[in-house]
C-alpha cells in the first residue's frame, strides 16, 4: 500500500470525521454525568420485578423524568438525577419504595457542581500537560518537526473519541479522563515505534528518496501495530461485554482511542511529517 502517495485521502477521512464531532460538539455538547455536572447517583434493588418505565413514572412527579435510569442487573437499576436537596433525596426514596414495592439502596451518592467544575478543569490541566510533556520528549528524542506531527495525531484522536461520545450522548464520568490519558500514551508509543523505523532507515538509505523510505518504514512496523491493536481491542471488548456498568464508560472510550490512535500512528503521524520535511525541503523561489 502506498500510503504516502495517498495521504491526501487519510487526511480528508479523519477531516471529515472531525468537522462532523465539532459540529455535534457546538450543537448537542457532551453529555457530562454527575462528576462532572453536579446530581445524584442512586443504585437500587428492587423485591418485586420492576421497569425502567415504572421508575420514571415516579421520577416525573418529581420533576425527572428526563433522568437516567440504566437497568443493571435483574430488577437493579441506576439512577442519575440533576442535583437534589436532602429532603428531596428522602421524600424520592419514599415514593419509589412506596409506589413499587421494598428495595435496598445500594448506594446514594451525591456531587455538587462546585466538584463538578473542579473536576473539568483538573482534566482539562491533566491533558494539557501530558501533550506539552510528549512534545519535550519527542524534540529531545527525534526533532520538532516529529514532535509537531505526533502531537497532532494525538490531538486528532482525542477528538475522534469525544465526537464519538457527542455523536452517542453516553454519559461521561471521571474514568473517561483515565482512559482519554492512557490513550494519549498508547498512541504516542504507537507511533514512535514507526518513527524510529523512519529515521533508522533514513540513515541506512541515505541515497533513496524519503517518499519511498517513510512508506517502507510503515509498512515494516505494519504487522506490530495491527498486532498490538488487535490484542488490546479484544481484551476491551471484552471488558465491554463483561465488565460491568462501572467500566463501561472507560472501556467504550480506550476501544475507540486504540482504533483511533492505530489509524493516526499509520495513516497520519508519518503522512504528516513527510509533508513537513517535503515542503521545508523545496527550494524557495527567487524574485528577481
Known amino acids: 500500500m502506498d500510503f504516502i502517495g495517498k495521504r491526501t485521502i487519510w487526511f480528508a477521512i479523519s477531516l471529515a470525521i472531525i468537522i462532523a464531532g465539532i459540529i455535534s460538539l457546538a450543537l448537542q455538547g457532551l453529555n457530562m454525568g ?5 446530581g445524584n447517583k442512586y443504585m437500587l434493588k428492587f423485591d418485586e420485578d420492576v421497569t425502567s418505565a415504572q421508575i420514571r413514572v415516579v421520577l416525573a412527579d418529581f420533576g425527572l423524568g428526563k433522568s437516567s435510569i440504566q437497568e443493571s442487573g435483574k430488577s437493579t437499576f441506576i439512577i442519575r438525577t440533576k442535583l437534589l436537596s436532602e429532603k428531596e433525596n428522602t421524600e424520592l426514596l419514599k415514593a419509589l419504595q412506596k409506589k413499587l414495592g421494598k428495595m435496598d439502596v445500594l448506594s446514594n451518592e451525591k456531587v455538587g ?30 526533532q520538532f518537526s516529529f514532535a509537531i506531527a505526533a502531537i497532532i ?30 490513550i494519549i500514551g498508547y498512541s504516542i508509543n504507537d507511533t514512535i515505534v514507526v518513527f524510529d523505523r523512519i529515521r533508522e532507515n533514513i540513515g541506512f538509505r541515505k541515497k533513496e528518496p524519503l517518499f519511498e523510505t517513510v512508506n517502507k518504514s510503515i509498512r515494516q512496523t505494519l504487522t506490530r501495530s495491527i498486532n498490538t491493536s488487535l490484542t488490546s481491542i479484544m481484551a ?42 517535503n515542503r521545508l525541503s523545496k527550494p524557495k523561489r527567487v524574485h528577481i
Open 113 to 142: 457542581p462546585v466538584i463538578g467544575k473542579e473536576l473539568r478543569t483538573k482534566a482539562f490541566w491533566a491533558l494539557l500537560i501530558a501533550s506539552i510533556l510528549i512534545v519535550i520528549y519527542i524534540t529531545v528524542r527525534f
Open 236 to 277: 476491551l471488548i471484552a471488558l465491554l461485554l463483561f465488565g460491568g456498568e462501572t467500566i463501561k464508560v472507560f472501556a467504550l472510550a480506550m476501544l475507540i482511542g486504540f482504533i483511533s490512535g492505530t489509524y493516526s500512528s499509520i495513516f497520519i503521524a508519518s503522512p504528516l511529517w513527510f509533508e513537513f520535511k
Open 34 to 38: 454527575i462528576d462532572f455536572a453536579g
Open 153 to 182: 495525531a494525538l490531538i486528532h484522536d482525542v477528538l475522534v473519541t469525544l465526537s464519538f461520545f457527542s455523536f452517542t450522548q453516553v454519559e461521561l464520568n471521571t474514568s473517561f479522563v483515565a482512559a482519554m490519558l492512557t
